[in-house]
Each structure stands twice: as C-alpha cells, then as structure tokens.
C-alpha cells in the first residue's frame, strides 16, 4: 500500500518576508478621479528578491503495490492519475485514440505514444528505460523516467520505502486555447496553447512560498487578467492577492495588495467594463489595453490607515462603496462630501450599532458590522444586514442626496 506525505515533509517554513511593492509605471495625478491615458508599461520587478520553495515529498511502500504505484519486470510504474496529481504545476492530457501522452510546463514537452520506449523531450527523440503501458485501463508511465525529466528527485530507503521529492514552482490556469504558468519564487510569467513549449510573456513580483492558486479572466479577445492569491503564516492568516494584465499576450500592469486577518478579502473584479486592481491602498480602474482610466487613494478617501477591499465603484460620477480590512466598516465615498458615509451608523439599529462598536479588532476574530450591498437605482443604495445571531434583514436603503 502506498503512503503519501501530504504534510509536505521537510518543509521548511521561512520565518518573515518582507517584498517592497510599489508595483507598476501607473502614471498620472495624484488627484483621487485622474483620467489616466499613460500607455502600457512592463513593470520592472528585478529588485524583489526570489523566494525559497520547498519541495513537496510523496513516499511509496514498495512492498505493498496498487494500480496506482506498482512494479511490472522490473520497472516501477506510476499511473497517469497520480502523476498528474503530484506534478500538478504540468498540463497533462492523454488522446485515447491516438495512445499519445503530451505533458508541458515551462521549459519543458513530452510527447509520448502508448507501448513505446521512445518520447520527444522538448522536441527530441529520447529512448526511455521503459514503454509507456496501459494496464488494467490504467495509462502508467516509468516513475524514474518521469522523475528525471520533471526535475525531481527519487531516493531509496533500506525499508523497501521509495520517496519521490518535487518543487511545485508554478501555478498554472487556463484551457487548451491558452494556459498560463506563473513562476512561485521568480513570478516569470508564461503561456502556451495546447501542449505547445510555454513561452515567457514578462515577470511579475509574485511570491508565492506557501499555498497558491491561480484564475484567468478573459477582459476581452486581446486582454487577460491572472489573479494569483498567496495564502500563507502560522495560521494562514496572511492573504496575498496579485492581479496580472495581460494585452496582446504580454504582461503589461500588476498590482498587489495583502491583508492578514480572517475577514474576506474579495472584492468586485470590474467597474463599468474596466478592471479592478488594488495595488497596496490604490484602486485602478484599468482599460481593455492595460491603461488606467482612474486611480483613487482609498487610504485618503477612507481616512483610516488601513488597506481595503472594494465592494462596488461608479466611473460616471465616482461614486465607491469600500471597506478597511481591520476596521471592517463599510462606506460610502462620494466625491461631493468631504467625508465618507459610515453605513452602519445610518443603517442599522442602536443596539446592532453598540454591538458593533464594542468589538475589539482582532485578525483572530474579526468584528462584522454585517452589511452587504445588493444594488444601486439611481441614489440610492440598497443592503441586507446579517446579525451575530443569524438573523437577515433585507431592504435596508441609503439615498445619497445630491
């Protein structure tokens, strides 16, 4: 029977990292609504140093085989399904009609037909130690083979046991018409179609050293939008969230923005058809070409030093809905008031406002004021509130007088 590390053994944690982001040649006013026209500029990110990734470790016990690990004349095999899982940072994909296997990632092609020894590594013909061999409906590959070629490493244990260590560099979205890689340690960015060789296309300040995942939005037919979150810390608490804006297949802008705490971190992903991208305490409000139509100042809007989440924004009239992370007090910023709108104190009850007010900021244990936006109709703004207890009120409106 097989045993799989999922702990991720010999993980070394790295105790703090400190990444100055002042993120992108954004151009433009410092005034809170500049129309921004500057053109798109790479960002230079050379200056962020590269992080450690630990490698991940799976263990197999040798003497208890499955259909998954097992050893056939002497070859150990490992199945197409588990192969895929471990080195999850790879784009895998069998043609059963075809018996081919096609495996891509940065750097790095295997094209590889069923019950052959030879494969194409990177475009050349290779003869490998084993065929690849479908058995019992199980497509199975050499594990040595398939060690070697990944990058990864394999060691034997006086207990029959056979550990298997990989580095999952990238993480990696998309579809056969276009996938992404973004680089977890160096943020190079990269993109291919189909099983094609990835091809680099920028890089970015990405520094994902702990758990990361990855989104492709399609702004439009010339436009793409990457959003990496980095979750990371004992406990997980700190967020990190960098947005990538892809045009005419370069990375042309980035933003990143983080928070620790266990409150959510979400916020809306377009404005009016543009793009939402927080770079520290900025919002941009960015065109189909990667150009900044506006920028706001959320920590000069807000009042608060705090970074923020963005729950709704209005290019026409400026108009924003947002919330500082630790305070957690939605409001409501119109230009034509010097001061925010603190919604709860409009909204909600006394005694839901006390409540509310006598809860300690803690990342822990966040306080939650409980309000959500629904909609806009004109002026007025319409929310529902979520008490401590469970209790929903719906309808709740704020008209702006204007």
Known sequence: MKTRDDKRTNRTLLAALAISLLLGIYGGQANAQASIPASPAITTTETVPAVEISPDIWVFDTK?????????NGTTYLSYKEAAAMFRDLVWSFDQKSGNLNVSGPNRTLSWKINTRTALLNGKRHKMSAALILKNGSLSLPIRDLVNWVGGSIKMYKDNSLAVSYSILNVVSGDPKSWYWVRRDNGFVYTAIGSEMPHNIGRSAVRAYQYANMSVTHADVHSVVLQVNHNHGEPSYGNDIYKLYI????????????????????????????????????????????????KYDLKKLGGLDEDYTVEYASVKDGILLIRPYESQTLLLIDPKLDTPVILYKELLSKEDQEFFEKWGKSPFMPPREGLQFVKREGNTFTFKHTAPTGKVTEGLTYTLTR
């Open 247 to 294: 045009y005419n297949g370069k990375l042309v802008r980035e933003s990143q923005v983080a928070y620790y705490g266990g409150s959510s971190v979400e916020s809306i992903a377009e404005a009016d058809g543009l793009t939402v991208m927080l770079n520290g305490s900025d919002l941009l409000l960015v065109r189909s070409n990667g150009t900044v139509e506006k």
């Open 64 to 72: 208890h085989t499955n259909m998954d690990f097992y050893i056939n």
